[in-house]
């Protein structure tokens, strides 16, 4: 779905960023510089809560008297309901303080167009397998402080299931909440399994933590761009075929979901 050029209109993507992660922040450039080389906005900038720019500086970067914030997080919660209303003042889906407008879009991650991202990335890391012989499992962090938290990847299980993609079983596994992605062999009844992390960059939990509770590796190692990955797909364990894929925040297509949620709030918002 494209947009029409809004050229006297900034986008804002909100990421979470990390300080102890030098690939945290990667996808977020790379899908501002996607959509900054479209012209369709004015200016595109980022900014972070864990990260410079922080949120609090990023009116100090912008010129433009309307700004579009897209929160470039996979799901509804503490981060997106709380704390960038709280960093960016805002008060609602649009907020007029300081000379700017501001309209404050829904998180990339609940976005329907999801759902082919996550099919395509699937297809992608194990091409030659059948799908009816494959387990498709989404698996995120999970937590005990904010059920939306698990809402977006249950949403997107419910999705590719209705989808007709044929994989002969679909279901969520989380880190740190049943069911427990430590337990895949057991979540699938099938030869095949292929692993899509919901997350949107390849940090901590994608690229060091969840390899070590598949199975894959020993240890928690460096970060990506430190060591040559384990993207050595297919790994055979537990008498299965594990295929495991980066984040899929790290899929360049993003860029166009976080232009579908523009769409969508002109049409939810200004519409009205």
Known sequence: MSIAPKPHSALLIVGHGSTQNPDSSTPYFEHAEEIRSRGLFAEVHCCFWKEEPSM???????????VYVVPDFISEGYFTQEVIPRELRLTGPTTVRDGKTF??????GIHPSMTGLLLA????????VDPSATTLIITGHGTGLNQN??????????????????Y???????????PFIAEWDKLSPTPNVVVVPFFISDGL???QDIPVLLGIEPDVGPAASQREVFRHNPHHLRDKQLFYSSA????????DVILDQVHDFDQNHKGA
């Open 149 to 166: 938290s698990t809402k977006a990847i249950r949403d997107q299980v419910e999705h590719i299931l209705k989808s007709g993609a044929g």
């Open 248 to 255: 899929i925040g790290t899929e360049l297509h993003i860029a």
């Open 121 to 128: 990335r699937a297809r992608e890391v194990a091409p030659d």
């Open 205 to 207: 939990h994608s690229y």
């Open 168 to 178: 002969a079983a679909v279901c969520d596994a989380y880190m740190e909440e049943q």
């Open 103 to 108: 309209h404050y879009c829904l998180p990339v």
């Open 56 to 66: 609090r500086d990023a009116i100090h970067l912008i010129d433009s008297d309307e």
